[in-house]
C-alpha cells in the first residue's frame, strides 16, 4: 500500500471555526491533491501541489487554500467552515508518469467533515 | 476540463457481465482512468486506457475509442464483491490531472 495517511479522518465543527486537513506521505511524490466528493457531484478537485511550495487551483477553490512546506505533507486549510464545504475530503498523490504516461493517484483514506 | 458523463447506477445479477460506459470531450484528450470505490472508502485505480482498444486485466477489460470519445468498463463473472461505485476519468486540455466524472454506482444482486 502507498505510504499515504490522513488526518483527521472525521470531524465536527461549527460554521465559521478555521479547520485544518493534513495529509501525509511517505512514497517522496512530487504531486499531492485535495478533491472533495459530494453526492451527486462525484470528485472534485480544490487544489493541488507539484512541489514544496508551488500549488496551484483547482475547479472548487473557493473557501479554501493550502500549503506544502516539505515534500511529506500538504495541507489543506478552510479559514471559516461553512455548511456548504461539510463533505468527505480525499487527498491524492502521483509521483512520474512512467512509460505510459499515465498519471495514476493514490489516494488516501478521506477525512469526513462535518459543519454544524 | 472534461466533460465526463457516466450512467448513475446499474443492476447485475453475479455471475453476468455488465459494461459500464463513459463518454468523454475529446478536445485535449490525454488518457481515460477508470477506479473502483467501495462504499466508505477510497478510490483505488483500475485501468487506464491512451489507446484505442481493448486493454484486459483478469476479469476486468477497459476499451476506448478515441475518435468517438467512449470508454467501457466490462466486468465479467461479477461478484457480490463488484458492488461498488466506478468512476471513469480523464485527463485533458493540456492537463496531466484527471476530471472526475459522478461515478456509476454497481449493485450486484445474487
Known amino acids: ?116 | 476540463g472534461q466533460n465526463i458523463d457516466q450512467p448513475t447506477e446499474m443492476t447485475a445479477t453475479e455471475g453476468a457481465i455488465v459494461q459500464i460506459n463513459c463518454t468523454y470531450q475529446t478536445s485535449g484528450f490525454n488518457g481515460l482512468f477508470w477506479y473502483q470505490q467501495h462504499a466508505g472508502e477510497a478510490p483505488t485505480f483500475l485501468s487506464y486506457n491512451v489507446l484505442d482498444g481493448l486493454e484486459e486485466k483478469g476479469r476486468f477489460s477497459s476499451f476506448l475509442s478515441r475518435s468517438k470519445g467512449y470508454s467501457y468498463l466490462l466486468l465479467k463473472e461479477l461478484q457480490m464483491k463488484d458492488s461498488a461505485s466506478y468512476l471513469c476519468a480523464g485527463g485533458g486540455g493540456g492537463s496531466y490531472i484527471p476530471t472526475f466524472g459522478r461515478g456509476t454506482s454497481l449493485i450486484v444482486h445474487p
Open chain 1, 1 to 116: 500500500d502507498a505510504g499515504i495517511t490522513q488526518s483527521p479522518r472525521h470531524k465536527v465543527t461549527e460554521t465559521g471555526t478555521p479547520v485544518t486537513l493534513r495529509c501525509h506521505q511517505t512514497e517522496n511524490h512530487r504531486y499531492m491533491y485535495w478533491y472533495r466528493q459530494d453526492p451527486g457531484h462525484g470528485l472534485r478537485l480544490i487544489h493541488y501541489s507539484y512541489g514544496v511550495k508551488d500549488t496551484d487551483k483547482g475547479e472548487v477553490s473557493d473557501g479554501y487554500s493550502v500549503s506544502r512546506s516539505k515534500t511529506e505533507d500538504f495541507l489543506l486549510t478552510l479559514e471559516s467552515a461553512t455548511s456548504s464545504q461539510t463533505s468527505v475530503y480525499f487527498c491524492a498523490i502521483s509521483g512520474d508518469r512512467g512509460g505510459t504516461g499515465a498519471n495514476v493517484l493514490t489516494f488516501g483514506a478521506g477525512s469526513r467533515l462535518t459543519v454544524l
